[in-house]
């Protein structure tokens, strides 16, 4: 380990949560150097929905570089582009009557990110982005202006601008329809809030605490979007290809987005691939415009076409993820009833799901114990409260309930170490979403 902390930089992070030297991984496991195996609950932060390795996807990547394909090939056609348009466009839009341009962006998430909202900007003439609470949406400036964490925002270095921020479904309590209050600002002329290019959203926040809006919130949120000739941008990110049980994680809202952003397990293999989506009409930019030098991955082309069609050519995939999706709720349930005595909740959609533990000590002690058990799981929320399931979604049952099971276990072992759980002063109690909403 001593050269990652000779020349390696401070920011690294989930390296200090796991400290092992990790060598070898396949479908849900990671190992080690010294052979130790780990179920992988983190999942390259939701990069990794189809699992490491995924035989199915290798032997397509395989193929392609030994028949010395195209590497890189900036944003000139391909077959490796062309086939994943025409499975992409056959498998995902169609049969969803989604009529979306395509546009590859640089391979980050946070880089289609910033060319949503440059691109809202250039169709409306307006500045102002309307985001939200506890929203996560990338790193780089842009992204940031429209993310709610206020340790993320103060490593810019800069003034963030151009953004005016709302209250999330449930923020406010579960009485309040917060939608109904950003009606009302846009409506009224001296609100203070400039009308805004797009608004962006994620219908899950990972980041933020793994937060589900209702289907009915977002559905009110398009139509005030629409009233108020608004454009909808949906991070569908880390929420997408198929973490919450259907490929976008709008679907059963009933929505139809302007804009959406797709990145983390687009390419099926962890190689990195972004793109975003624009309705009709909304392709403006003039050519190189948005430029980058990685734009469209080749490799991940490839895998990205091999998920499609072993995993979306039809709704058996879909259906898996939301029976697992339905097991998990069922357990924590269980956990929060049996060990919560009111101070764990649980919440999420699908396969998306977090244990609420009030405050981040209690969390990290836990990701901590099941680290030691051999469970790598990470935290998320504004104060790192949350423990955050992001298991692949190929996970067997078996493994599945094992993973839970660890996590049982270190929350026991964890509560009975501790004299008392501590109240938070701003601790509002949390709803429990229904996951079949």
Not at 380 to 387: E, R, Y
Request: proline share 2%; glycine share 10%.
């Amino acid at each position: 380990m001593k050269i990652f902390e000779e020349i390696e930089s401070e920011v690294r992070s989930y390296a200090r949560s796991f400290p092992r030297l990790f060598n070898r991984a396949k479908n849900e496991f990671l190992y080690d150097d010294d052979g130790n195996e780990y179920l992988d609950f983190l999942a390259g932060a939701g990069t990794l929905n189809y699992g490491h390795n995924n035989d199915l996807f290798k032997e397509k990547l395989l193929e392609y570089i030994a028949s010395d394909n195209i590497t890189h090939g900036l944003d000139l056609h391909t077959n490796a582009k062309k086939e994943f348009l025409e499975t992409f466009s056959e498998k995902i839009l169609k049969p969803r009557n989604f009529n979306y341009t395509v546009m590859f962006t640089g391979p980050t998430g946070t880089n289609a990110v910033e060319a949503a909202l440059k691109i809202a900007r250039k169709n409306t003439g307006r500045e102002n982005i309307i985001s939200f609470t506890n929203g996560w949406h990338g790193q780089t400036l842009g992204s940031l202006s429209v993310t709610g964490n206020s340790t993320h925002r103060g490593g810019a270095g800069v003034t963030l601008s151009g953004a005016s921020r709302m209250p999330y479904d449930g923020y406010l309590g579960d009485d309040v329809d917060t939608t109904a209050y950003l009606d009302k600002v846009l409506c009224d002329s001296s609100s203070g809030i400039d009308k805004p290019a797009a608004v962006i959203v994620e219908t899950v926040q990972g980041e933020g605490g793994i937060n589900a809006a209702s289907f009915d919130w977002l559905r009110n949120l398009s139509d005030i979007c629409k009233a108020h000739d608004i454009l909808l941008i949906i991070d569908d990110i880390q929420a997408g290809c198929g973490r919450t049980g259907t490929f976008f994680s709008f679907e059963e809202a009933g929505i139809y987005p302007d804009i959406v952003t797709l990145s983390k397990s687009l390419s099926g293999y962890g190689l990195p691939f972004a793109v975003l989506l624009m309705k009709d009409g909304l392709d403006q930019w003039k050519p190189g415009e948005h430029n980058g030098t990685f734009r469209g991955n080749n490799h991940a082309f490839v895998t990205a076409k091999a998920a499609i069609d072993n995993y979306w050519s039809d709704d058996t995939f879909s259906k898996e993820i939301k029976r697992k999706g339905e097991y998990i709720s069922e357990r924590l349930e269980k956990i929060v009833a049996k060990y919560g005595d009111g101070n764990f909740t649980h919440r999420g959609r699908g396969m998306f799901k977090g244990i609420n533990c009030i405050n981040g000590d209690l969390a990290e002690k836990i990701t901590r114990s099941a680290f030691k058990k051999g469970l790598i799981i990470e935290t998320s929320g504004a104060d790192d409260q949350i423990v955050k399931f992001l298991c692949p979604l190929i996970i067997s049952d078996e493994n599945l309930k094992k993973g839970i099971d660890i996590i049982e276990e270190s929350i026991k072992e964890v509560c009975a170490k501790e004299d008392s759980i501590p109240e938070e002063s701003c601790y509002f109690d949390d709803v429990v979403l229904d996951t079949n909403n």
